[in-house]
């Protein structure tokens, strides 16, 4: 369950599989990644940042500077999803790096058909 207070610290694995509970101003700090499950991050609402943050302090002060709204990665999982079916964990973690990395959605092989 996504607690109700920003900012919070929490897991990727939190927020992947809790996406859809996310207020639409949220966004996740963190800071390189995602790589594993366990990494953590830190949402926020974005309405609370003042003019010259581009984090809140609580991310800043950990060092992190990377940002997704809420938005971009539900971009990064439709598109994902629209590739494969029922996309694990670890691979949507990869798509969401590869989004952050390369401000573009992951390609992933195609399966050969006969």
Known sequence: MIPSRRPYLT?????????A????????????????????CLIAD???????EDVPP?????GWTT???KEELQGV?????GQIPNPDLATTLRAAAHYVDHDAFIELPQPLTE
């Not at 897991?11 to 996406?19: C, G, I, M, P, R």
């Not at 609580?58 to 950990?62: F, L, N, W």
């Not at 999982?77 to 999803?81: D, I, P, R, S």
């Open 21 to 40: 509970e996310l207020d639409p101003d949220d966004m996740i700090c963190f800071d390189s990644g995602p790589n594993s499950p366990d990494d953590p």
């Open 58 to 62: 609580e991310a800043a002060e950990r």
């Open 77 to 81: 999982v439709g598109n994902l999803k």
């Open 46 to 52: 974005t309405v609370e940042l003042e003019e010259d």
């Open 67 to 69: 940002t997704l709204i």
């Open 11 to 19: 897991t990727w694995a939190e927020v992947v599989t809790s996406l």
